[in-house]
Every structure is written in structure tokens, then in C-alpha cells.
């Protein structure tokens, strides 16, 4: 599969945003999107994504260095199954919800808990 070149602009106004894809050598036309559209795009992009690890083994996040989102709006209702649906709105790629098993949900309010229990960090105070 060939090299491809890949741009994004957000337009002064914000209210879209221009997404060229082409090779890396050769010419390539950039498509308008308004927030509709590009949020279209993302989710089909993490399909996508998705279909592609299909069979193949997740490694664990333990020790992975993330993208840290503070303070995300969050939801938390009864899942379908037996568990916990965990909702968050993600500034990147919109609102993503997780359908945790009970056993999840225990395993997590037990970490929770224990941090707690934790002493207070208070945050430096800028100079």
C-alpha cells in the first residue's frame, strides 16, 4: 500500500474544516466538512479501525502512555447486560460508552475506593 499524506485544516471560523488525503507525492484535493460530516467521518474511521483488529490480540494499557482528557462530561446508567454502561463525551471523537460486566464494575469501585482513601493532593499554585 502506498505512503499517504494526510491534512487537516480547521477553518478561522470554526465552523469546518478541510481534509486532504493523497499520496505522498502527487497532487490531492482537499474536502470541506462541516462538524456533521467530520464527525460522520470519525466514527466510520474507528469502524473501520475496529474491523481491522478483528482476531488480533489487545495488548493491555497497563503501563501505555495515554491521552489524558481532565474533567470529561460523564454517564452512568444499568447496562443491558449484567454491568454497568459508562458514557463519556471525548472532545476528540465525540460521546464513546462502555458496557462493563459486574465483575468490571466491582474491580473498578474497589480501585476507586481505595484511591479515596488516598490523601488530598492539592494541585501547586502557579507563580
Known amino acids: 500500500m502506498p505512503e499517504a499524506r494526510v491534512g487537516v485544516r480547521?477553518?478561522?471560523?470554526?465552523?469546518s474544516v478541510s481534509v486532504e488525503v493523497g499520496p505522498?507525492?502527487?497532487p490531492s484535493a482537499p474536502v470541506a466538512m462541516n462538524h456533521e460530516?467530520?464527525?460522520?467521518t470519525i466514527?466510520?474511521?474507528g469502524q473501520a479501525r475496529m474491523q481491522m483488529l478483528e482476531?488480533?490480540?489487545?495488548?493491555?494499557?497497563?503501563g501505555t502512555m495515554v491521552t489524558t482528557i481532565s474533567n470529561p462530561?460523564?454517564?452512568v446508567q444499568v447496562a443491558e447486560i449484567d454491568g454497568s454502561?459508562?458514557?463519556?463525551?471525548?472532545?476528540?471523537?465525540?460521546?464513546?460508552?462502555?458496557?462493563?460486566?459486574?465483575?468490571?464494575v466491582a474491580k473498578i469501585v474497589g480501585i476507586?475506593?481505595?484511591?479515596?482513601?488516598?490523601?488530598?493532593?492539592?494541585?501547586?499554585?502557579?507563580?
Do not use: S
Open 10 to 15: 480547521v477553518a478561522d471560523d470554526r465552523q
Open 24 to 26: 505522498v507525492e502527487g
Open 37 to 40: 460530516q467530520l464527525t460522520k
Open 43 to 45: 466514527d466510520l474511521l
Open 55 to 62: 482476531g488480533k490480540r489487545i495488548e493491555p494499557l497497563d
Open 73 to 75: 462530561m460523564w454517564y
Open 85 to 104: 454502561l459508562l458514557a463519556f463525551n471525548h472532545p476528540a471523537y465525540g460521546p464513546v460508552a462502555f458496557a462493563l460486566p459486574r465483575e468490571d
Open 112 to 127: 476507586l475506593t481505595n484511591h479515596l482513601a488516598l490523601p488530598i493532593c492539592q494541585p501547586e499554585k502557579p507563580n
